[in-house]
């Protein structure tokens, strides 16, 4: 009796064990089969389309790779219209990894966007909303971020924005921008996500320039704008511009 009680356990254990290595070996396959179809120009083709679709650009894609455990590294993006440096999007790399929470986690860097106000709306206008953000305050990128959060995480570095305006006249600029947003677990907040802040060099609308720009803030629910830090070079008071708070904004610092 016990000895087969033994030999049932060690068979339980033998053929879990077995299960396991057959769902490992099944996921190398797969992990393997999809590493070199990205590198076919049929998986090109349709991680390219995925890409357009989901910027709301056509975009081309140079080259993609499988990265483990599962990250899509695309290779040099850029949107068809990027060449007349009027409107458009180019990154030198964006990063798609997938997870669980959140979903997806994109890293993108060095991206350059060029934004156009034709005279009614900003182009591309899937991005219109950030064809605003130099005439409203930091909360704005908050707001800007709402729509995605709790599924996706975004990151990136080294970026440069542009806005132009009518006949090419440059309206506001943001370089050497690293910029990131994620959730954060805070005691009695399902909804609290950090973000963070970094550029080099912010030209505002009215021709203010700020260098060394520092600040990370916590949106919280309706609460967009709780200060966490800033940096002594950023302006305050009335005459804060981009980097003070609107009356509905809330400001912890």
């Known amino acids: 009796m016990g000895d087969g009680g033994n030999k049932q356990g060690r068979s339980s254990g033998g053929g879990w064990r077995g299960s396991v290595m057959t769902l490992l070996v099944i996921a190398a396959i797969l992990w393997g089969f999809l590493f070199f179809a990205c590198r076919t120009k049929s998986g090109i083709d349709f991680v390219q389309g995925r890409a357009s679709a989901r910027l709301g650009l056509d975009v081309t894609v140079e080259r993609v790779t499988l990265l483990p455990p599962l990250t899509l590294r695309l290779s040099r993006v850029q949107s068809t219209d990027f060449e007349a440096n009027v409107t458009g999007f180019h990154a030198d790399e964006i990063n798609v990894r997938f997870g669980l929470k959140p979903r997806v986690t994109l890293d993108l860097l060095r991206p350059e966007l060029h934004l156009l106000y034709d005279g009614s709306v900003w182009c591309p206008t899937n991005l219109a909303a950030l064809g605003d953000l130099p005439f409203r305050d930091l909360g704005g990128l908050s707001d800007v971020c709402a729509p995605w959060r709790g599924r996706m995480s975004i990151t990136l570095d080294g970026g440069n924005l542009y806005w132009h305006g009518y006949r090419d006249s440059l309206i506001a600029s943001a370089r050497g921008v690293a910029f990131s947003v994620r959730p954060v677990k805070l005691p009695g907040h399902g909804d609290a996500f950090f973000h963070r802040l970094r550029a080099a060099s912010v030209v505002e609308p009215a021709g203010r320039q700020t260098d060394n720009i520092?600040?990370?803030?916590?949106?919280?629910?309706?609460?967009?704008?709780?200060?966490?830090?800033?940096?002594?070079?950023?302006?305050?008071?009335?005459?804060?511009?981009?980097?003070?708070?609107?009356?509905?904004?809330?400001?912890?610092?």
């Open 214 to 253: 520092v600040v990370d803030w916590l949106s919280v629910g309706e609460k967009r704008y709780i200060e966490l830090q800033r940096a002594t070079t950023l302006p305050a008071g009335k005459d804060a511009g981009f980097w003070g708070m609107s009356d509905d904004g809330i400001d912890g610092g």
